[in-house]
């Protein structure tokens, strides 16, 4: 059994070991029998074969503690901390992340140079305390990775270029979900370019995934010209990623948010048309729209706005959209038409910041069309509920002109007045979107 297994002649190893191991044979020859049988099934892929006989292995060194918060002590002898790697890993393979876990940490707690399988154990740790939630354990057992490799003198973390990919790809995951977006980047760069032939969760090469995540880490860092050619690259280096559809959607942002209207608009348009059933589909037609209004070609942006409606009708947008399209119709001179839309719209729409800006929207109607007495009154209806605003003074200004136009001077005088003061304090730029 023992020269099959050093020929890695798994199967043929088991089928002596394990009726061997069944007899229960005692003596120092049989001590490492269990740790053979389960190496075998591990090889093999068999898991759940694998756990019990390593497990079998491991209780005779390792005495677990009799107390709640307690360290095991161990006895090392050959072999342990292979058993208890492969252990841990078959656990998780089983998705049994706590005992993989326990028997990875008693590995990574008790041993230092004196195991060849200690980058590994902290990778797969990290990795493991990754998808558990734990990003504080997660990123001390990466980082304890990181800092040993960085030892010319550290031999067995020298030779570890296997895991460096995987390593920092679970380390920008961790920065990523703390909001430490050009750490991110960093560490998806690095593991774009070092993963090799590794596997993300979706079945695609992790360094292709590591790319994407590298682009978003950059947008989300406000790097947008750097992620929007790197984003781009990506695109053309990965035709067949999987997800093509997230890495066209982030360079039309990365462009869009470089005023690179024409670029972004040829980005969103591909995401439309090609991947239209994206659940960011609506937004891409949404951001579409605005690279239109952006570039002033408003009957465009119309038509994108009406795409949106008809494509995606349970878009959590479609109220905004609504609101916004009335906006583009109110500058083309269709205030009937934008009236009759924004008084059912308001119908729906719970949003009280929402249903403040479709209110203010429908008393612009009213001041376009000319009918001063109702938008003086509407807008002045939005003047208390509007003191934190930013459009407070465009309020006031617009009650001022309609009861102007109503040949109201002294509320008029009064509006302007309030107007005024109010814009001291009002933002240079209003946001529209």
């Given at each position: 059994?023992?020269?099959h297994?050093?020929?890695?002649?798994?199967?043929?190893?088991?089928?002596?070991?394990?009726?061997?191991?069944?007899?229960?044979?005692?003596?120092r020859?049989?001590?490492?029998?269990?740790?053979?049988?389960?190496?075998?099934?591990?090889?093999?892929?068999?898991?759940?074969?694998?756990?019990?006989?390593?497990?079998?292995?491991?209780?005779?060194?390792?005495?677990?503690?009799?107390?709640?918060?307690?360290?095991?002590?161990?006895?090392?002898?050959?072999?342990?901390?292979?058993?208890?790697?492969?252990?841990?890993?078959?656990?998780?393979?089983?998705?049994?992340?706590?005992?993989?876990?326990?028997?990875?940490?008693?590995?990574?707690?008790?041993?230092?140079?004196?195991?060849?399988?200690?980058?590994?154990?902290?990778?797969?740790?990290?990795?493991?305390?990754?998808?558990?939630?734990?990003?504080?354990?997660?990123?001390?057992?990466?980082?304890?990775?990181?800092?040993?490799?960085?030892?010319?003198?550290?031999?067995?973390f020298?030779?570890?270029?296997?895991?460096?990919?995987?390593?920092?790809?679970?380390?920008?995951?961790?920065?990523?979900?703390?909001?430490?977006?050009?750490?991110?980047?960093?560490?998806?760069?690095?593991?774009?370019?070092?993963?090799?032939?590794?596997?993300?969760?979706?079945?695609?090469?992790?360094?292709?995934?590591?790319?994407?995540?590298?682009?978003?880490?950059?947008?989300?860092?406000?790097?947008?010209?750097?992620?929007?050619?790197?984003?781009?690259?990506?695109?053309?280096?990965?035709?067949?990623?999987p997800?093509?559809?997230?890495?066209l959607?982030?360079?039309?942002?990365?462009?869009?948010?470089?005023?690179?209207?024409?670029?972004?608009?040829?980005?969103?348009?591909?995401?439309?048309?090609?991947?239209?059933?994206?659940?960011?589909?609506d937004?891409?037609?949404?951001?579409?729209?605005?690279?239109e209004?952006?570039?002033?070609?408003?009957?465009?942006?119309?038509?994108?706005?009406?795409?949106?409606i008809?494509?995606?009708?349970?878009?959590?947008?479609?109220?905004?959209?609504?609101?916004?399209?009335?906006?583009?119709?109110?500058?083309?001179?269709?205030?009937?038409?934008?009236?009759?839309?924004?008084?059912?719209?308001?119908?729906?729409?719970?949003?009280?910041?929402?249903?403040?800006?479709?209110?203010?929207?429908?008393?612009?109607?009213?001041?376009?069309?000319?009918?001063?007495?109702?938008?003086?009154?509407?807008?002045?209806?939005?003047?208390?509920?509007?003191?934190?605003?930013?459009?407070?003074?465009?309020?006031?200004?617009?009650?001022?002109e309609?009861?102007?136009?109503?040949?109201?001077?002294?509320?008029?005088?009064?509006?302007?007045?309030?107007?005024?003061?109010?814009?001291?304090?009002?933002?240079?730029?209003?946001?529209?979107?």
């Amino acid at each position: 059994a023992q020269v099959h297994h050093h020929k890695q002649a798994w199967a043929e190893s088991n089928k002596l070991a394990v009726p061997l191991l069944a007899q229960k044979p005692e003596g120092r020859l049989f001590d490492q029998l269990s740790f053979v049988v389960g190496e075998n099934y591990f090889r093999e892929g068999k898991w759940e074969q694998a756990i019990k006989p390593f497990e079998s292995f491991v209780a005779v060194y390792v005495e677990q503690p009799k107390k709640p918060k307690g360290k095991p002590t161990i006895t090392k002898t050959a072999n342990l901390d292979t058993a208890l790697v492969q252990a841990g890993i078959a656990y998780a393979r089983l998705e049994k992340k706590e005992a993989a876990l326990a028997h990875l940490k008693t590995l990574v707690d008790n041993y230092n140079t004196d195991s060849t399988h200690l980058p590994l154990a902290l990778a797969e740790q990290g990795k493991l305390y990754y998808e558990t939630d734990d990003l504080k354990r997660a990123r001390r057992a990466l980082a304890r990775f990181v800092g040993e490799r960085k030892k010319p003198e550290n031999k067995i973390f020298q030779a570890a270029s296997a895991e460096v990919g995987r390593v920092h790809y679970y380390l920008g995951w961790i920065d990523a979900a703390e909001n430490l977006h050009p750490a991110a980047a960093a560490n998806f760069e690095i593991a774009a370019a070092s993963s090799g032939g590794r596997k993300a969760a979706d079945g695609s090469s992790l360094a292709s995934d590591a790319a994407l995540q590298q682009g978003i880490a950059m947008v989300n860092a406000s790097d947008f010209e750097k992620a929007a050619q790197h984003l781009q690259n990506v695109g053309n280096k990965y035709k067949d990623h999987p997800r093509i559809d997230l890495v066209l959607y982030y360079t039309g942002l990365a462009y869009a948010r470089v005023k690179n209207w024409g670029a972004a608009a040829a980005f969103f348009k591909r995401v439309v048309e090609e991947h239209a059933k994206a659940s960011f589909a609506d937004k891409a037609v949404y951001e579409w729209a605005w690279c239109e209004r952006s570039r002033e070609q408003n009957k465009l942006a119309t038509e994108r706005y009406e795409l949106l409606i008809k494509q995606y009708p349970e878009s959590a947008l479609l109220t905004k959209v609504q609101s916004e399209l009335a906006e583009l119709n109110l500058d083309v001179g269709a205030q009937d038409a934008v009236i009759a839309k924004l008084t059912d719209t308001m119908k729906s729409v719970t949003d009280p910041k929402l249903k403040f800006e479709l209110q203010y929207q429908l008393a612009s109607a009213h001041f376009k069309k000319k009918d001063y007495e109702n938008s003086a009154k509407m807008f002045e209806a939005l003047i208390e509920g509007g003191e934190k605003s930013a459009l407070l003074p465009s309020i006031l200004f617009q009650a001022g002109e309609s009861r102007l136009s109503l040949t109201e001077t002294a509320p008029a005088r009064e509006h302007y007045l309030a107007a005024h003061k109010s814009k001291k304090k009002a933002q240079p730029d209003l946001a529209e979107s």
